[in-house]
């Protein structure tokens, strides 16, 4: 009895984890991508005024936010700033 309750328990637990896998595999970002984002960060380092090179800044930025392999830390607040 207590074997045909964890069959299914084990196959749902499966199922989840190779699920899961493929999603992070698909939210990972290449070595091209990082590559590219600091060539682009590099650039606008450069021409921050450049309207093409920011808005390749803004879409490095929007990938950024949807991996999930890379974090960038955000700065605090600085001091005596209201």
Known sequence: ???NRAVPILLVGLI???LTQNTVAQESSTPEERTQWVQVTHKLE??????GVNQQG?????RLSDVHDV???LCPKP????
């Not at 001091?79 to 209201?82: F, L, M, N």
């Open 46 to 51: 450069s021409a921050p005024l450049d309207d």
């Open 79 to 82: 001091q005596g700033y209201k």
């Open 1 to 3: 009895m207590r074997l």
């Open 58 to 62: 803004e879409a490095a930025l929007k």
């Open 71 to 73: 974090h960038v830390p």
């Open 16 to 18: 989840a984890a190779v």
